[in-house]
């Protein structure tokens, strides 16, 4: 039995700086992974190579047996890998039901779209109540939920979470974080970036540090969560 | 005659005109912030398409009925120029400097003006077009040629197919999503490439319909005729806020009536004799847009660039 996501000696590079330099990590079915690091340090670069937005310098990804190279970025959700970028990116002058209808844009299954559609609504009720705004007219938070919906449409095998509380009040990065650990106790999977440390690795299964382009320390979320170093760079601790 | 509602009507038809053309240019940019400079030329072009359908037709065959064929010969014709243009001249520079595919906008417009000059059989005159016979209608106190009544009726049909498009199919709201946010609409996979393709297409159907309704009411096409209205097209555009297809077509009209307006009464204006007539029309046209750009720079309708994080 394979992983189903498997990463390996992945590098990425802009121009001639290489900004991931060859990582390795596996997401199991099932599970929550989280890849925490500073600005800089490449995470987001991962993603977005996973999604097929940059094409990596080499190494390979491995999707639910299929390699992912070489298949362009609109393709790779239909595989069952979706991406809530980090910013956010909702639609900003579309409705909230005709964001999240685009992250059902390759389905075919009118019913299920609906269904799916009262899902997110039933995850994010506030979502529910504005659908007929325009989603630029949220606060960072309920962007952030209906990124996290939007994502969910596709019904994915794997969802990947970018900096999901970044910018957020607290009580509103309450809410999130406690959104993907519902998600998690539904059986989601997730690889979640965060650089909130704490919480990442209070629900992730596997953790990975990331320092610029390397994962540098990998362990379970617990063991991460009591390591020394990463108390100290990480969780605020001298 | 009643001269307010002539004026006014002369400028809607030369409004509507322009604002079928200037949805290519919005809805282009809009898409990959490409001024396609060469889209007055994929309107002129459309004119000879139109034409050629014509002439093939036999002797004696009805002018109202042809009018469909020459539509769909003219749609043909730009739909396939606009995009092989697309993907031989504009795509390869995607992610170049912008000046790069602009700079390829204006010579694309050089090669096929000279392209239909050189090799349309006798183009180096303007074409006859055909004309509908019959004298002008009156409506509402204005004497409105039957030719012109083309446009006044295509126009908002287009328009209102186009929102339709938009807003209530899965295509459109791709292409909305597109033109906000290109990589995230990839993520959810939105084959853009395929949406920027069909952006040309729809802009260059709407610049041959324009073409079939410039040749019915000018009586000829030439090779020159995409120039001039595709600036002032592309004037319409800016006024009524680039990116935004109803911004287009309100700028088509507010131009076209402006032109008409300042053409019929400048003149009139004690001390402004001089710039009376027709000649002094494209002055008015192009100082509006200066005006409109001082005071309003996003365009009547346009939202401030800012919000496009």
């Known amino acids: ?80 890998l979706a991406h809530s970028p980090e910013g956010r990116h ?19 299954d009118k019913e299920g779209i609906e269904k799916d559609i009262q899902r997110a609504y039933d995850l994010f009720p506030i979502l529910g109540e504005r659908r007929k705004q325009a989603a ?26 970018d900096e999901p509380s970044m910018g957020l009040s607290p009580i509103m990065m309450q809410k999130i974080m406690a959104t993907i650990q519902e998600l998690k106790a539904q059986g989601t999977t997730i690889l979640l970036i965060e650089q909130n440390a704490q919480a990442a690795l209070s629900l992730a299964d596997h953790g990975h540090v990331m320092e610029v382009g390397k994962i540098v320390l990998s362990g379970t979320g617990q063991d991460l969560l009591h390591d020394e170093s990463v108390r100290k760079a990480y969780l605020g601790e001298d | 005659m009643n ?137 509402f106190g204005a004497s409105i040629q039957r030719g012109d009544l083309f446009v006044l009726i295509a126009a908002p049909l287009c328009m209102f197919a186009l929102g339709l498009f938009v807003t209530k199919t899965r295509s459109g709201r791709g292409m909305q999503a597109t033109a906000q946010d290109p990589d995230t609409a990839k993520l959810m996979g939105i084959n853009t490439d395929r949406i920027i393709v069909m952006a040309f297409a729809i802009g260059a159907a709407f610049a041959a319909i324009a073409a079939v309704a410039y040749g019915l009411k000018n009586g000829q096409v030439g090779f020159r005729m995409g120039f001039l209205m595709g600036l002032k097209a592309f004037t319409a555009a800016v006024l009524g806020g680039i990116g935004n297809i109803y911004g287009a077509m309100l700028g088509g009209i507010v131009l076209g ?53």
Request: without cysteine; proline residues 5%; charged residues 15%.
């Open chain 1, 1 to 80: 039995m394979t992983a189903l996501l498997e990463v390996e000696d992945l590098r990425v590079a802009y121009g001639k700086i290489e900004a991931v330099k060859g990582i390795s990590f596996k997401v199991e079915a099932g599970e929550v992974v989280t890849l925490i690091g500073t600005n800089g340090a490449g995470k987001t670069t991962t993603l977005r190579t996973l999604s097929g937005l940059l094409q990596p310098l080499g190494g390979q990804i491995k999707f639910d047996g299929k390699s992912l190279r070489k298949i362009p970025a609109h393709k790779i959700v239909s595989l069952g």
């Open chain 1, 90 to 108: 909702i639609f900003p002058r579309m409705t909230i039901e005709d964001n999240l209808r685009l992250g059902a844009y390759l389905r075919t």
């Open chain 1, 136 to 161: 630029g007219t949220l606060s960072g938070g309920e962007q952030q939920m209906l990124a996290m919906g939007r994502a969910l449409m596709s019904q994915p095998k794997l969802l990947m979470l």
């Open chain 2, 3 to 139: 001269e307010l509602p002539q004026q006014l009507a002369n400028g809607l038809i030369l409004g509507a005109m322009y604002g079928l053309i200037a949805i290519g240019y919005t809805m282009v940019y809009g898409i990959v912030q490409l001024i396609n400079f060469a889209h007055g030329e994929i309107f002129m072009v459309g004119g000879f398409g139109a034409l050629t359908v014509y002439l093939w037709m036999p002797d004696g065959f009805a002018l109202g009925a042809a009018v469909p064929l020459m539509i769909l010969g003219g749609v043909i014709v730009s739909v396939a120029v606009a995009t092989a243009a697309e993907r031989f001249a504009y795509r390869p520079l995607r992610g170049a400097p912008r000046l790069a595919p602009l700079i390829t906008a204006i010579g694309l417009s050089i090669v096929l003006q000279q392209v239909v000059w050189m090799w349309y059989p006798d183009a180096k005159k303007d074409h006859p077009f055909p004309q509908f016979e019959g004298g002008p209608i009156d409506v």
């Open chain 2, 257 to 309: 009536v402006a032109e008409s307006l300042a053409t019929g009464y400048i003149g009139d204006i004690p001390g402004m004799d001089l710039f009376g007539g027709g000649a002094w029309k494209d002055v008015w046209a192009f100082s509006l847009l200066i005006l409109v750009l001082l005071f309003r720079p996003q365009g009547l309708l346009g939202e401030r660039v800012a919000d496009r994080a």
